[in-house]
């Protein structure tokens, strides 16, 4: 039994205590905007926040968390999708498939509290999550823009007719 | 999607608008029960809790639905894996059906949908980078259809000719009366209108696009960014238990024996069952405990005759093969072998290529429901129809009783074109009637258990006169076949084209952009007992790296610029050439560059698009006070640093091309965290590499900043999702090549010294 508090709720969940907060939040509690990618924290799709922290719920064990540890996951940041970094990532089209976004996203949300104005080397750092489909440069764009600062997606350049 | 799904369905065009959940369907790859022989498949929808089969009412035909809320309802066959070919494809048909894009909506119909309308929603596999180009015409005339339908069902209620109405927004105005209505208001009567002859239809010219053609963003972005979208790894339905599952870990071992007593008082109510003559299971409540149960578990395998090989053993299998007799001669243009060994000058290198899994961030998942009349699978999957087909199979019910939810994927790079981990599904639910089961793949199993990009070696030479012209050119691959893991009779005695993809002779596909005076390419097909398939990009990638690095080892010998020495074999080839030089024009090749960064070149074809790429690196020491030239210390050299890419691609049309600028960027990232990191290597028969600590992708701090340019010529349609893929990495490669002055000949650079002397 253990006694969480998600999204500014609290909740009694009956689990073994080795249980990886990530499965606690997906089958449990029912909120899977979580998700698995690796189990080992090598990948980040899992990441929520702990106190503002970011953590990768998939290597966090359900009795390390205490009761009055506060856990946000991507459903918590905002009920109207509305979060600053939300919507600079609508503004630069950010996902492909988006899997690995949820877990971006809360990166970046728990960069931009420490650092309001991240450069570039600062992004590199914290935003260590996998993303296959490859969105690296649109995230790091994104970023900045959810920093107040102009992001740029780099030179897109899209001509009319070659002569072939 | 559970319950929300459906409120979704209900909701107008607002905010979470753009998606109706429907159940979606898929087509046929496996061609069992319906006897397709399609390649790959197709996905999407969400899943719902309750009936997925409700298509939206109202349509005007299979592709459109209008409501009377003006909502657009956008019918999408293709599987939607983050290529944005959803929103593509609603833009065409937006354009063709003159409604307002603010309005738009999607949809998905299911693989037995569109069985039972006579596949009117076409193909629904999606690979091959042809979900935009291979259903265009189709998805384009039947929106003018609607189109038409609309204005006809205007004129007629006025009782004027049709020919006198404009439209435009989904509002149709007959200038002369000054009257005006929607389609809303005459969706309904439109839908009775006679179709009118699809053939006869003229679609408009896309220089003339104000939709289509422009960098709009996606559709399906909102859903992304708040947990709502729900993955096929995320459904919940009542009653539902979870599998866990492990395949003999050595290929073509056989599962012997396992001991249910020692899992069966841990927590879940775990159960273990046998799923076929290779794979176990372990069904719990949740998946965690029956992940932990199936960990527990004692099982006892057959490793068969695979447990003896190796990388090793497998390298040596493909080093036979370069030195074979009888092999494929694929191409024989004049005698090149006589050319070369009669020239002034000769070059010669044997390039090599790992095993590559494709690590889709969603791990393979499935669930199925299958009852004593139905048969329901919710899955992730390129090829909804093969998954219709193998859940038929496996539930020996027939297609009119099953069906396939498709979810959006999470990632699905060519890997999810197979239907193995939904007959899987399928099996173990079989074994639970009633009950849903959600089988996952933890990310041990989806690596260790891929269909992996096919290993190879290339063999080249290439021969020069006095003057530095290349007289003759020999090109042998050797390695594994996919046509032929696939028992495909296009495998036949080992002339499989497919192996040669990118050296193509016949134009419009994957044609080699060099005329050389004598040519001679040749295949020399070497299979391993390691399951292959398609990887985006397939056989581009490794064939790009062989020629394209070997163009540069080749350009050097004959003391000429890497880019010059292209030109002068692709005058046959404009299309070809004309990218390359707008990639060289873009990088500024030529130009100075900082101490210490050097540049590479590459182009090549896949896909029916024309692509290159100018990449920038440096590699520490080199160009420096540490350069070899100067004997500074080895041990302050070797470091790699990608700084800038610029890529290009002629896809013919481009319908979005903010989206292709993605693809790109995207194609970057893929290649690249393969050419750096990527291989799975074999021990004793099995992968070596099991997750992401030793299958290493790129991260963000090592992504090079990319350009892309987009350089249509309207005169076809090529494909996105895949052919830039294969220009990264020999363009990298040459750039360390220009750096350090030795040629990369295998991949990944992880395993190669750059030190230098």
């Known amino acids: ?164 | 999607m559970s319950t929300k799904s459906v409120e979704h369905t209900r909701m107008p065009a607002n905010a979470s608008r753009r998606r109706f959940l429907v159940g979606s369907a898929a087509i046929a790859g496996g061609g069992l029960a319906i006897g397709l022989q399609l390649p790959f498949g197709i996905e999407t929808a969400h899943a719902q809790a309750t009936p997925y089969s409700v298509l939206s009412d109202g349509e005007v035909n299979a592709w459109v639905v209008i409501r009377p809320d003006e909502t657009v309802i956008i019918r999408i066959a293709r599987s939607e894996m983050g290529q944005g070919t959803l929103t593509g494809l609603a833009q065409l048909v937006t354009e063709e059906l003159e409604c307002d894009w603010k309005k738009v909506a999607t949809e998905m119909p299911t693989p037995a949908q569109n069985l039972a309308r006579k596949r009117a929603w076409g193909e629904m596999g999606t690979g091959g980078s042809r979900g935009i180009r291979t259903s265009e015409d189709y998805v384009r005339r039947g929106a003018a259809a609607a189109r038409m339908m609309l204005l006809q069902a205007a004129a007629h209620d006025w009782n004027v000719p049709v020919g006198e109405l404009t439209v435009s927004d989904g509002v149709i105005r007959h200038a002369a009366s000054g009257r005006s209505t929607t389609y809303g208001k005459v969706a309904q009567a439109a839908s009775k209108v006679t179709p009118p002859e699809l053939k006869s239809i003229k679609l408009k010219d896309p220089r003339t696009w104000k939709v289509a053609g422009k960098p709009l963003r996606r559709l399906d972005t909102e859903e992304k960014l708040n947990g709502s979208l729900v993955y096929a790894v995320d459904l919940k339905l009542r009653n539902m238990k979870c599998a866990a599952v492990r395949q003999c870990p050595v290929f073509g071992g056989k599962l012997v024996s396992y001991d249910e007593s020692k899992i069966a008082r841990m927590p879940g109510k775990p159960k273990a069952v046998r799923v076929d003559d290779h794979t176990v299971a372990v069904v719990a409540d949740t998946w965690w405990r029956a992940k932990k149960a199936l960990e527990a578990l004692p099982v006892v395998w057959d490793e068969g005759a695979g447990a003896s090989q190796s990388s090793a053993t497998i390298a040596a299998h493909l080093d036979e093969g370069l030195a074979a007799a009888n092999v494929f001669q694929y191409r024989v243009e004049g005698d090149a072998l006589k050319a070369i060994d009669g020239a002034a000058k000769q070059v010669e290198a044997v390039y090599s290529t790992p095993f590559l899994a494709h690590a889709t961030m969603e791990p393979m998942n499935c669930t199925v429901r299958i009852t004593a009349d139905r048969a329901e699978a919710w899955a992730p999957t390129q090829n909804a129809e093969a998954a219709l087909a193998a859940l038929a199979e496996t539930s020996g019910l027939p297609l009119d009783k099953c069906d396939v939810y498709k979810h959006t994927l999470g990632g699905g790079f060519g890997r999810r074109g197979s239907a193995d981990y939904v007959r899987q599904a399928a099996r173990i639910a079989k074994q639970f009637p009633g009950v849903p089961v959600k089988m996952i793949w933890s990310r041990e199993e989806d690596m260790s258990q891929d269909f992996y990009r096919p290993i190879s070696k290339c063999r080249l030479r290439a021969g020069l006169d006095e003057k530095g012209n290349l007289v003759g050119f020999h090109l042998r691959v050797s390695g594994q076949s996919i046509n032929a893991f696939n028992n495909s009779p296009l495998a036949k005695d080992g002339r499989d084209e497919r192996q040669m993809q990118g050296y193509y002779k016949a134009a419009g596909d994957a044609q080699f952009g060099y005329t050389f005076p004598n040519l001679l390419m040749e295949y020399a097909m070497r299979n391993t007992h390691v399951p292959v398939g398609p990887w985006r990009g397939v056989n581009t990638n490794q064939n790009a790296v062989y020629a394209e690095c070997f163009m540069d080892e080749v350009a050097k010998a004959a003391g000429r610029d890497p880019l010059e020495f292209r030109r002068a074999y692709m005058q046959n080839h404009p299309k070809h050439l004309a990218v390359l030089d707008a990639v060289a024009e873009k990088a500024q090749w030529g130009k100075p560059l900082p101490a210490g960064v050097y540049r590479g070149i590459a182009q090549f074809m896949g896909y029916g698009s024309y692509v290159a790429a100018v990449a920038e690196v440096s590699v520490s020491g080199y160009g420096t006070a540490n350069d070899p030239a100067s004997g500074g210390r080895a041990a302050d050299r070797g470091e790699l640093k990608v700084h800038r890419l610029v890529l290009g691609t002629n896809c013919g049309h481009a319908v979005n091309p903010q989206q292709i600028a993605a693809q790109i960027e995207g194609s970057v990232a893929y290649g690249l965290s393969a050419a750096l990191f990527g291989e799975i290597t074999i021990d004793k028969g099995r992968p070596v590499e099991q997750n992401f600590h030793n299958y290493r992708i790129m991260r963000l701090a090592e992504m090079p900043k990319i350009e892309s340019v987009i350089v249509p010529t309207y005169d076809f349609w090529g494909g996105v999702g895949e052919p830039t893929i294969c220009v990264a990495a020999p363009a990298v490669m040459n750039a360390i090549f220009a750096a350090t002055g030795k040629p990369v000949r295998s991949l990944p650079l992880k395993n190669v010294d750059l030190r230098g002397a």
Do not use: F
């Not at chain 1, 969940?13 to 080795?18: A, L, T």
């Not at chain 1, 992004?123 to 969105?135: L, Q, S, V």
């Not at chain 1, 900045?144 to 072939?164: C, N, Q, S």
């Open chain 1, 1 to 164: 039994m253990a006694k969480l508090n998600i999204n500014g709720k609290v909740r009694d969940v009956k689990v073994e205590p080795d249980t990886p907060l990530l499965w606690v939040i997906r089958e449990q509690v029912g909120l899977t905007g979580t998700k698995y990618g690796c189990g080992i924290a090598m990948c980040g799709a899992c990441s929520v926040h702990i106190n503002g922290e970011v953590r990768r719920s998939c290597s966090v064990p359900v009795s390390t968390v205490k009761p009055g540890d506060r856990i946000v996951t991507i459903e918590g940041l905002s009920p109207t999708s509305s979060h600053p970094v939300q919507k600079a990532w609508l503004a630069m089209d950010v996902p492909q498939c988006g899997y690995c976004q949820s877990g971006q996203i809360m990166a970046a949300v728990a960069l931009l509290a420490k650092k309001p104005h991240p450069s570039d080397a600062d992004i590199d750092e914290a935003m260590t999550n996998i993303c296959r489909c490859g969105t690296y440069q649109r995230i790091r764009a994104a970023v900045h823009l959810a920093a107040g600062e102009k992001g740029e997606i780099i030179g897109t350049d899209i001509r009319g007719e070659v002569k072939a």
